[in-house]
């Protein structure tokens, strides 16, 4: 059993290639590319109105928008989960605040809501693989007066509602939806994102610069394009990625040694599929896979690993060799195909296991 053509992890998502070409030529007719263009704006207005949220601010890619954040943070230190992608404490680091790393929940892989503390810090929770965290159980546990602001970046979807002081999606090739490169942070408070909003834009207003502390984060107008005509499919990726996620769960349940982690009921959009396999198992499906055409990918180096001081998150450094994300956007069939494979995996790993 074999796939003649490759079924990688992470291809974008299809969409009509139609609602783009209506954008790609209202931009080479108008010739605005960039620097708040229609586009641009009509993006955002649909962000706002899909998450329920006050004021939504693009950004070129996700993680100059957790700098952006980090880089406004009242706060010396910032409470992250070691857990997740480099981009999140990197953004931190990168723009000289000190990342306080904690565990994450062996189960659900957020942060482990027991290591909060009441204390005047900045915490950067994330809605790893698009599974929100508890805003309410969090907010209760840490100081009032703590900045929280949400890593979204996996959990973008239409939703009654914002959490935290501010969201941070991103919009990366990889994503639910996508725009090539590119974020945007969400908010309801004005002030933080008329900040955010000049701060994109070197904070320049009128000709005058009004502070040495801006950049560029601009989005394209291409990039909004790509991300509206994303949008315009919304509806039917969230039903592939859902039926392909129930087709997975069905599949490789019962299995000794692996389970596939469930996204819970609060808005997931399925995007991320990621399977929980005992030590070893894990690397043996991932390169056995391999061998058979289907590529799957292992998340996420801890980021506590890049201290100088030790310090031992255990279920971080057990889910790093545990989680194995699955491939999506394929058709039903293929992933019926994977699954038997992974069947078939696991029974010749454990035959070896017993000589
Ligand atoms: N916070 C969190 C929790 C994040 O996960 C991320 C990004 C961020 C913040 C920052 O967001 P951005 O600044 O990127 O907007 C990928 C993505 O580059 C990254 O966006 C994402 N998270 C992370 C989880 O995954 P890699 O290093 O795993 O990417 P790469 O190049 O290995 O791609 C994965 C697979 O996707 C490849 O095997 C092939 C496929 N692929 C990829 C691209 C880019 C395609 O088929 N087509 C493509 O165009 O980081």
């Known amino acids: 059993m074999l796939f003649n053509k490759p079924i990688r992890f992470g291809v974008p998502n299809d969409f009509d290639i139609n609602n783009f070409q209506i954008s790609l030529e209202q931009i080479f007719s108008t010739k605005k590319y960039t620097n708040g263009g229609p586009l641009v704006k009509e993006f955002e207005d649909k962000i706002c109105e899909l998450v329920n949220a006050k004021r939504c601010i693009s950004v070129s890619n996700a993680t100059v928008g957790l700098q952006l954040l980090a880089k406004l943070s009242k706060s ?25 790393f904690v565990d994450v929940d062996h189960v659900t892989h957020n942060i482990d809501i027991n290591m909060l503390m009441s204390i005047d810090v900045c915490i950067m929770p994330v809605n790893l693989w698009g599974r929100l965290c508890d805003p309410i159980k969090i907010r209760n546990k840490i100081s009032p007066n703590a900045e929280i602001y949400y890593d979204s970046a996996h959990a973008f979807g239409k939703r009654p509602g914002i959490i935290g002081d501010a969201e941070v999606f991103s919009f990366h090739a990889t994503k639910f939806i996508n725009c090539a490169e590119g974020g945007a942070i969400v908010t309801n408070d004005d002030s933080l994102a008329d900040e ?36 315009r499919n ?7 990625n859902k039926n392909n996620y129930i087709t997975y769960i069905d599949n490789l349940k019962n299995i000794d040694g692996l389970y596939v982690v469930e996204m819970g009921d609060n808005h997931p ?42 310090l031992s998150l255990p279920n971080t450094e057990r889910l790093w060799k545990e989680t194995l994300c699955l491939p999506n956007g394929i058709k039903q069939e293929d992933v019926l195909k994977v699954c038997n494979m992974i069947k078939n995996i696991v029974e010749c790993y454990n035959k070896l296991e017993l000589k």
């Open 234 to 240: 919304i509806d039917n990726i969230i039903t592939d």
């Open 269 to 310: 959009n399925y995007q991320y599929i990621v399977l929980n396999v005992k030590e070893g198992l894990r690397d043996f499906i991932y390169s056995q896979l391999l061998t058979k055409n289907v590529e799957t990918k292992k998340y996420f180096y801890p980021g506590h690993f890049l201290l100088k001081n030790k």
């Open 76 to 100: 010396h230190y910032s409470v992250v989960p070691s857990f997740t992608f480099a981009a999140t404490y990197q953004s931190l680091a990168f723009v000289g605040k000190t990342p306080m």
């Open 196 to 231: 955010l909003v000049s701060m994109r834009n070197f904070c320049i207003s009128d000709g005058i610069v009004n502070s040495l502390i801006g950049t560029n984060a601009k989005l394209t107008e291409l990039a909004a394009g790509l991300g509206l005509a994303y949008i």
